[in-house]
Nanobody, 123 residues
Framework: QVQLVESGGGLVQAGGSLRLSCLASTRTFSSYGMGWFRQAPGKEREFVST????????AYADSVKGRFTISRDTAKNTVSLEMNSLRPEDTAIYYCAATRRSFGLRDFEYDYWGQGTQVTVSS
């Protein structure tokens, strides 16, 4: 069982930045691919970014490419999402997820989920 706890959400003006972090409670963090998803009010949950278990492969949704950066720190059991040039349409609950696969682009590929952290971008 892997527990994931997100932090770093908040309210920011358009154009601003936030850094989300996710702490994983597992001794085998380096064996999990990690991902970030988000869900806006009235919308389905959508993929944001993923990083492979080895940290070599990353992928991003087109809507965030060039603005968001995913990274992982194996020593600290954390995965982070640096979000720059935020837009009102980035407003959502952001979820951290872990997969036994090397990485995943779709939510059904993930085995464990955090509770989410709210990100609100004002115009």
């Amino acid at each position: 069982q892997v527990q994931l706890v997100e932090s770093g959400g908040g309210l920011v003006q358009a154009g601003g930045s936030l850094r989300l972090s996710c702490l994983a409670s597992t001794r085998t963090f380096s064996s999990y691919g990690m991902g970030w998803f988000r869900q806006a009010p009235g919308k389905e949950r959508e993929f944001v970014s993923t990083i492979s278990s080895g940290g070599v492969v990353t992928a991003y949704a087109d809507s965030v490419k060039g603005r968001f950066t995913i990274s992982r720190d194996t020593a600290k059991n954390t995965v982070s999402l640096e979000m720059n040039s935020l837009r009102p349409e980035d407003t959502a609950i952001y979820y951290c997820a872990a997969t036994r696969r090397s990485f995943g682009l779709r939510d059904f590929e993930y085995d464990y989920w955090g509770q989410g952290t709210q990100v609100t971008v004002s115009s």
